[in-house]
């Protein structure tokens, strides 16, 4: 059916504002973590991320993840500038939403995915730099990587990997990266010697609360349709989260003896990122369990950061990137036709090839984002030079970088 449906229509616009959403939710998550010097530096690099990868998605992203297929490698430039796409609906992807809706829609996803990188350097990057990382990865690694899972012809997609929502487009990609740039651009002045505490734990409390809230657009709306995957894609984000939630406090209380905010609010974006790939492919007793397990394994990688010694600086790595490897192997333990005929049987209804199928999924991405980075920041490093200096680290980002402070004394 390729007629254009009235809800479905509604439903995927509030959807992508939803996501939308989410990119103000980050950055106050992000920006209570750090301390008062950078909070508004640390804002600005998710916010200005709207216009910079927004545009780009506009004039040349689009196609490049959805356009007509190359070699299975990336879309074709056919619709750069959205030549073309309009009103009438893409069959292949979203038959009953205009097409205008779809790339909207998918835009959200693009720009919000380089800003979970910058919670990793938070802190010490350039403005200037981070705006020409920003862009260029989102053209070397988030378009083809997005081609290859979603897009029609792409070779993974090909293959038969699932990904709902995004734990390997969007959270896998971004962990991968993040631990090649903070490789690069190495650790904060002090780091390790000093304490370097959350500034505003409030504001990354609301900011949770707005990616909680923003996330039921990213999950549910990914079925593309007002439809029961939907349902059940809202329903597993959100027993996740809640399950990612208990699970990280309980950890934190029986190992550190009390628990935290701080801890609450990650294990709930653990929880949620890691149902993301599997949210309309699994039950709800499944999506316990993932974000159960999301709330442990995520804790303890963030608990071991300091004797692995990498400065993470906002746990991208230890949350975001292994939400995006333990996820989408739970969907290829846990998926079932039963819940979306569209779908898989997973290794628990019998099928091992899948499992397999999944794990090459994470091996490509992980293997190609980390990769291309690297070489990315290292070039970048190069020429412009990624990191602050010395004096202007002591004085934070909001000086050095934008000439403002948050807060007068």
Request: proline share 4%; hydrophobic share 55%.
């Amino acid at each position: 059916m390729t007629q254009i449906q009235a809800g479905d229509t509604a439903f995927m616009l509030v959807a992508a504002a939803l996501v939308l959403l989410m990119v103000p939710g980050l950055a106050l998550f992000y920006g209570g973590m750090v301390r008062s010097k950078n909070v508004l530096g640390t804002i600005m690099q998710s916010f200005i991320l709207i216009s910079v990868v927004g545009l780009e998605w506009v004039y040349l992203g689009y196609s490049m993840s959805f356009g007509p297929d190359l070699n299975g490698v990336t879309g074709s430039l056919a619709w750069l500038g959205l030549s073309g796409v309009g009103a009438a609906p893409n069959p292949d992807y979203a038959p009953t939403i205009p097409q205008s809706v779809f790339m909207i829609y998918q835009c959200m996803f693009a720009i919000i995915t380089p800003a979970l990188i910058s919670g990793a350097f938070a802190e010490r990057m350039r403005f200037a730099p981070f705006l020409v990382f920003s862009l260029l990865w989102a053209v070397l690694v988030y378009n083809p990587v997005c081609h290859w899972v979603w897009g029609n012809g792409g070779w993974l997609k090909a293959m038969g990997v699932l990904d709902f929502a995004g734990g390997l487009v969007v959270h896998l990609s971004s962990g991968a990266a993040a631990l090649a740039v903070i490789l690069v651009i190495g650790r904060r002045k002090g780091y390790g010697r000093q304490e370097m505490l959350p500034h505003n734990l409030p504001m990354t409390l609301m900011g949770t609360g707005l990616l909680w809230f923003g996330w039921f657009g990213f999950n549910a709306g990914s079925a593309l349709a007002a439809d029961g995957i939907a349902a059940n894609a809202f329903v597993s984000t959100h027993l996740a989260g809640m399950a990612g939630m208990a699970m990280w406090v309980l950890a934190e209380w029986m190992h550190r003896r009390k628990p935290t905010t701080l801890g609450a609010a990650s294990g709930a974006v653990a929880g949620l990122a890691t149902v993301t790939p599997a949210a309309g492919f699994v039950g709800p007793n499944a999506a316990v369990f993932i974000g159960l397990l999301a709330g442990m394994a995520c804790y303890w990688a963030v608990a071991l950061k300091p004797r692995i010694g990498y400065d993470d600086s906002l746990d991208v790595v230890g949350i975001h990137g292994l939400s995006g490897v333990v996820g989408t192997l739970c969907l290829g333990m846990f998926a079932s036709k039963m819940v979306n005929p569209a779908g898989a049987d997973g290794l628990f209804a019998g099928n091992s090839k899948f499992f397999m199928i999944q794990l090459t999924g994470v091996v490509a991405v992980l293997v190609y984002a980390f990769g291309v980075t690297f070489v990315l920041a290292k070039a970048i490093d190069v020429m412009m030079g990624l990191r602050v200096s010395e004096a202007a680290e002591v004085d934070g980002l909001d000086l050095s970088e934008h000439s403002e402070t948050a807060y007068s004394h």
